[in-house]
């Protein structure tokens, strides 16, 4: 089955600075991974996906996140953070049965002035 | 074009008591899901339809109801509200397997 885990529940940075969230996942077969992000009492919205092809994958809002099949990582990062990136980042997979989405359980990006 | 609705935004209920989470896309999306948010659980998947008259249970079905009669209604039952079900509500569809999934604004319920 597949599942997902993200390592850190919270990351405090300061703004400007660099970030990583990182993100391993499980799966006995094709892997199809996401990012999502939830701002602040709102939904939650796509930020990027891999479903094939390139493994550097880039998104909205500067991210980017890297497939390392080896690693079965697809780490989130920024090479700058803004304050109004403080939100609540999910990394997804694909469940295979019917397309369901099995999430993570979040990392709490806190940027700091 | 709305996207995803969800209502009613807030709702408190009393334990034992009923009632029906309401949502609406109009984007002619067969897939549509009902998740619940708990802190430090991430969304789990409540229950989901590939298109009308098909529904089926997700990792946490236990304690709601559904029903698919039309592709843009999805309402979510709670048959007796028990604390345990006091959550954020989210509602979710998309366009086959890889298209994006797009999220209401969520319900927030408490159960006293």
């Known amino acids: 089955a597949q599942s997902v885990t993200q390592l850190d529940s919270q990351v405090p940075v300061f703004e400007e600075a660099p970030v990583e969230l990182r993100c391993n996942y499980s799966?006995?077969?094709?892997?199809?991974l996401f990012w999502y992000v939830q701002y602040p009492n709102q939904g939650l919205q796509l930020l990027l996906k891999?479903?094939?092809?390139?493994?550097l994958v880039k998104g909205i809002n500067g991210f980017e996140a890297e497939f390392n099949k080896s690693q079965t990582s697809f780490h989130l990062r920024k090479p700058s953070v803004h304050i109004s990136d403080t939100a609540e980042y999910f990394c997804?997979?694909?469940?295979?049965?019917?397309?369901?989405?099995?999430f993570g359980k979040g990392t709490k990006l806190s940027v700091k002035p | 074009n709305a996207g995803v609705t969800q209502t009613p935004k807030f709702q408190v209920l009393k334990t034992g008591q009923s009632m029906t989470l309401q949502c609406a896309q109009d984007?002619?999306?067969?897939?549509m899901s009902w998740y619940r948010q708990d802190p430090g659980m991430g969304l789990r998947l409540i229950h989901y339809?590939?298109?009308?008259?098909?529904?089926d249970q997700g990792e946490v079905p236990n304690g709601y109801n559904v029903s698919r009669s039309t592709t843009e209604d999805f309402p979510l039952r709670l048959l007796s509200a028990a604390p345990s079900q006091t959550s954020v509500y989210f509602c979710?569809?998309?366009?086959?397997?890889?298209?994006?999934?797009?999220f209401g604004p969520g319900t927030r319920l408490t159960v006293l």
């Open positions: 984007m002619n999306h067969e897939y």
């Open positions: 339809s590939v298109g009308a008259g098909i529904t």
């Open positions: 997804v997979v694909y469940g295979g049965s019917q397309g369901n989405l099995i």
């Open positions: 799966s006995s077969v094709s892997v199809y």
């Open positions: 891999y479903l094939s092809g390139s493994t």
């Open positions: 979710a569809s998309r366009s086959g397997n890889w298209g994006e999934q797009f």
